[in-house]
Each structure stands twice: as C-alpha cells, then as structure tokens.
T-cell receptor, first 114, second 112 residues
Framework: NAGVTQTPKFQVLKTGQSMTLQCAQD?????MSWYRQDPGMGLRLIHY???????DQGEVPNGYNVSRSTTEDFPLRLLSAAPSQTSVYFC?????????????FGPGTRLTVL | GENVEQHPSTLSVQEGDSAVIKCTYS??????FPWYKQELGKRPQLIID?????GEKKDQRIAVTLNKTAKHFSLHITETQPEDSAVYFC???????????FGSGTRLQVQP
C-alpha cells in the first residue's frame, strides 16, 4: 500500500512552459485535492475532486487545470508557468469529503519557475 | 469563508519544557479541528484532532483544547524532545465543507 504518490519530486521550468504534476493514491479514496505551500502562508487549496469526473476550484485556482478520469489519479496541469507558481505542491486524499476526514498527503513536488 | 490564525510563527523551547501553539477561527459553524506536523522536507501528517463535542483530547505527550465560545483551540506538547522539532499546522472545518482551512504554521525548535 503506497498511499499517495507524486511525481516528479523536483522540477525547474522556464516562464511560459507547461507541465503536469502527477498524483496517485491506492486507498480507494473518493476525495482528492491539490495544495500549494508557500513560506508563511500555510497550505492553500488549488483544486479538489469529490470523485471521478467531478472537480471544483479551491482558494487559488488561477493558472492550474485538473481532471479526474479515474478514482486513483488526479493530475495538476500548469498551463503557462509563471514565477509566482514557484512553490511546493502537495496532493492529498481522504476517504470521503474533505471537511472532516483525515487528509493523507503525498511527498510533495518542489517546483521552481525561472 | 473560514479564516484560521495561528500563533506564534516560531517557537523555541528547551528540551523537556512544554510548548503551546494557539489558533483562532472565524466561522462558529466549524466543528472539526485537526493538527498536522510537518518535518523538514517531509509531508504534513495528522497528529491529533478534536471535534466540537469535546473540550480536550490527549494522546501521550500531546493534547488539544478547544474553546468554542471564544473560537480558539490550542496544541500542547509536554516534555518536548528534539524530534518534536517541526512545523505544526492547525486547521478548521466542518462536514460538508469542501476542504480544511489551514493556519499559517508554527516552526517549533526544541533545543537539546
């Protein structure tokens, strides 16, 4: 049982490039989400999904797209990278709704945009 | 929406001392308050949580207290050890809400 996995661990992009951060979980969790972590700002929700085929925006969705074609996978796409998107990105999952269930986080992806 | 404020942002204690981290929340409907620990370079992990039907919860050296009237909750760590050094995040939510709202984090340093 690998839990929540993320790839890559590190990534450097140039401004304007696009890329996809991968997230997968093997716990059959319905709820998955993406957070970004910036110094002094805690964890901020980007997008979330309550099940396959259902996604919605979080607190800071601009510049990011998501899709959920399977229960296991929840990729995050950066459409045109900007320096302001330099951050550590965490994917998380929980058994059901994100409100009161334990969130299980992936190991994170450290992204630098030059 | 919900807003969670966390204090202090940094906390340094001597090994064996107690540490207290405080959070306040804005939405009186919130009824679930977890605490996550994040070691350097690692992922956040749940260490304890409390629901609004109780005022205090303990798990060995850690405890959380909740004051719903004042809308604040606190994490207490007793007999601190160097391995307690980490960033601690509080959060607040309720069933049906889309996600947790996190505080900005407290960096705890336990000096040997």
């Amino acid at each position: 049982n690998a839990g929540v996995t993320q790839t890559p661990k590190f990534q450097v992009l140039k401004t304007g490039q696009s890329m996809t951060l991968q997230c997968a979980q093997d716990m059959n969790h319905e709820y998955m989400s993406w957070y970004r972590q910036d110094p002094g700002m805690g964890l901020r929700l980007i997008h979330y999904s309550v099940g396959a085929g259902i996604t919605d925006q979080g607190e800071v969705p601009n510049g990011y797209n998501v899709s959920r074609s399977t229960t296991e996978d929840f990729p995050l796409r950066l459409l045109s990278a900007a320096p302001s998107q330099t951050s550590v990105y965490f994917c998380a999952s929980s058994r059901s709704g994100g409100g009161t269930d334990t969130q299980y986080f992936g190991p994170g992806t450290r992204l630098t945009v030059l | 929406g919900e807003n969670v404020e966390q204090h202090p942002s940094t906390l340094s204690v001597q090994e064996g001392d107690s540490a207290v981290i405080k959070c306040t929340y804005s939405d009186s409907a919130s009824n679930y308050f977890p605490w996550y620990k994040q070691e350097l370079g690692k992922r956040p992990q749940l260490i304890i949580d409390i629901r609004s039907n109780v005022g205090e919860k303990k798990d060995q050296r850690i405890a959380v207290t909740l004051n719903k009237t004042a809308k604040h909750f606190s994490l207490h760590i007793t007999e601190t050890q160097p391995e307690d050094s980490a960033v601690y995040f509080c959060a607040a939510s309720m069933r049906g809400r889309r996600a947790l709202t996190f505080g900005s984090g407290t960096r705890l340093q336990v000096q040997p």
